[in-house]
Structures are given as C-alpha cells and as structure tokens.
C-alpha cells in the first residue's frame, strides 16, 4: 500500500477519488441540516473521517462477502468502505444500520451521488435479526462492551469486528474483559496518535 491519494492509506482510481470527494462536500451541506458530525470536524473532513474511515477498509482480510456498519450515522466508516469495496473489494456486500430516519436519508442520497450500492436499514441494531457478516465495523456509536454485543448478534461466528477507538481504548478493554473473553490486535490510527483501531477476532461471552 502507498500513500499517494491525499493521504488515503491505499492506492484508488480517480473515480473512487471522485466519489470520496463528493462524499465530503455532501457531508459538508447536509451537517448545516443535520448533526452528522461535529461542525468542528467538518473543516478538516478528509483526515477526520474520510482517511480516517479508510484505514478501517485496510485492516479487513481478504475479500468480505458482507460487511456491516452499525450506527452508520454520516456514513463513516460504512459509505467510505463501499466506496472502496467497489474498486477493491468488488464482491463485498455493504450494509448500513442507522436507526435515524433523517441519518438515512443522506446515506441514500450518498449512495445514489455517489454511484455506489450498499443496503441502508433503517432500524435499531439490537431489533435486527442476526446480520450474519464477515466484517462488523462501527465508529463512535458506544463503548467497547456495548460494541460486542452488537457483535455477537451480527457477526458471522469467524468474523472480524473493526472499531477507532480513542485515548481511552485500554480502559474499554478492561471493562470489556469482564464480560466477555475476546481475541484482539490493535493498530495505531495514521490520523491520531491517541487513537487505535481494534481488530477484534474470537468472542465469547463469560
């Protein structure tokens, strides 16, 4: 992998580079709105969450039939991770659960701007039946034992679950640890030195 695309930790085509972009300035219109994300990232969308959501795509083995993204919200990681699916990762079959109508909305207007597919559900994630994916992702929706819950519920038993977690990572490790038992690596975040990403492999409840 190289960094030549505007700090993107991948190579992409110049289509995949146009689609990014016009995530960002739809993210940019619809945040006057709605409360996709904080008004502060907006300035500096690209490194906040385009890049940062890129290095989620990057840490998923092989191919994913399926890939799920939970509490999808304005779209990080789970429209950058279809945007690249459709270069990288043809045969990978996105899913977005959002349980905000509004939230919806832009994820479908998203999706049609920006030429790609992926499945919107506009639902709560604990009222879904099973999900069954590869891949289980999800970005600043709750804390770490509230995330495996979600992934035992929607995870393929052999799945990956991939969650940026902030400064406070070890310590959700902790209080995650005394109600399950779980295999994890972590990668340090390219856009934040306090940040990390978890890679989160086998999970049992305790």
């Not at 906040?48 to 999808?72: C, K």
């Amino acid at each position: 992998m190289t960094d030549t695309h505007r700090g993107l930790p991948l190579d992409v085509s110049r289509e995949t580079l146009d689609r990014l972009e016009t995530l960002t300035a739809l993210l940019t219109r619809w945040t006057e709105k709605i409360n996709l994300v904080s008004r502060n990232s907006v300035t500096d969308a690209w490194t906040r969450h385009i890049v940062d959501s890129a290095q989620v795509f990057t840490l998923a083995e092989d191919q994913p039939s399926h890939w799920a993204d939970l509490g999808a919200g304005g779209g990080f990681p789970g429209l950058v991770v279809a945007a690249l699916a459709r270069e990288h990762s043809p045969e990978t079959r996105v899913t977005l659960v959002e349980s905000d109508s509004r939230k919806c909305a832009f994820l479908r207007t998203a999706l049609r701007e920006m030429e790609i597919e992926a499945t919107v559900l506009t639902k709560r994630i604990e009222a879904l039946a099973p999900l069954d994916a590869d891949v289980v992702s999800a970005r600043a929706l709750t804390a770490l034992p509230g995330l495996l819950e979600y992934t035992a519920q929607h995870r393929t038993k052999d799945g990956l679950a991939l969650f940026p977690k902030g400064a406070r990572w070890k310590k959700e490790i902790a209080e995650a640890q005394e109600s399950w038992q779980f295999e994890y690596t972590h990668r340090k975040s390219i856009t934040d030195p306090d940040a990390v990403v978890l890679k989160i492999g086998a999970l049992t409840h305790v």
